[in-house]
């Protein structure tokens, strides 16, 4: 079984770039969620796809947004950085079917550095 | 929307010994409330999770206790280990789909051998 891959694992942007994250779900998930993880703080929910719809969005601008693919993978993308979109983005897949276990499958984030 | 709030920041114990980490939460709604573990360099991991029809839920050496009238939840880790040593985060989250949770701010676990 493969779990939650994340690509890039670190990167580095100034500010006003554009920058987009990658995620593949663990085999057999169809949800993904994006988390926001900043230093020395618990993750802060940002959107979820299921089955390539938005699936509920947390408290962020409209500058952040995503995309999932047939294949259930997915997308984060950011534009216009600010020097506090530094932090771990950490994907996350469930099954989002039935039953409906609660546990989110984490990959081990990309940590983005905004300068 | 929902806020959750973790205590202590950081905890320090001698191995062998308890280490209880609680958490709060204001949405009366929240029904389902997980523990994550978090090692360096790692995303966090599902150790055990309550459902808001259950009190306590026991797993090995790890056990959550829920009070829905007071609104807080607890994580009791027994007989600690070196290998306990991370971040916990708890967290709530509420409706037939669990598409959002809310997390704590984590804390910090250092077993001392």
């Known amino acids: 079984e493969t779990g939650v891959t994340q690509s890039p694992t670190h990167l580095i942007k100034t500010r006003g770039q554009q920058v987009t994250l990658r995620c593949s779900s663990q085999?057999?998930?169809?949800?993904v969620s994006w988390y926001q993880q900043a230093l020395g703080q618990g993750p802060q929910f940002i959107f979820q796809y299921y089955r390539e719809e938005e699936n509920g969005r947390g408290n962020f601008p409209p500058r952040f947004s995503g995309l999932q693919f047939p294949n259930y993978s997915s997308e984060l993308n950011v534009n216009a950085l600010e020097l506090d979109d530094s932090a771990l983005y950490l994907c996350?897949?469930?099954?989002?079917?039935?039953?409906?276990?609660?546990?989110?499958?984490f990959g081990e984030g990309s940590r983005l550095t905004v300068l | 929307g929902e806020n959750v709030e973790q205590h202590p920041s950081t905890l320090s114990v001698q191995e062998g010994d308890s280490a209880v980490i609680k958490c709060t939460y204001s949405?009366?709604?929240?029904?389902?409330f997980p523990w994550y573990k978090q090692e360096l360099g790692k995303g966090p991991q599902l150790i055990i999770d309550?459902?808001?029809?259950?009190g306590e839920k026991k797993d090995q050496r790890i056990a959550v206790t829920l009070n829905k009238t007071a609104k807080h939840f607890s994580l009791h880790i027994t007989e600690t280990q070196p290998e306990d040593s991370a971040v916990y985060f708890c967290?709530?989250?509420?409706?037939?789909?669990?598409?959002?949770?809310?997390f704590g701010s984590g804390t910090k676990l250092n077993v001392k051998p």
């Open positions: 309550i459902r808001s029809n259950v």
């Open positions: 085999s057999g998930h169809n949800t």
């Open positions: 949405d009366s709604a929240s029904n389902y």
């Open positions: 967290a709530a989250s509420k409706g037939y789909n669990f598409n959002k949770f809310y």
């Open positions: 996350a897949s469930t099954t989002g079917g039935t039953p409906i276990t609660g546990e989110l499958f």
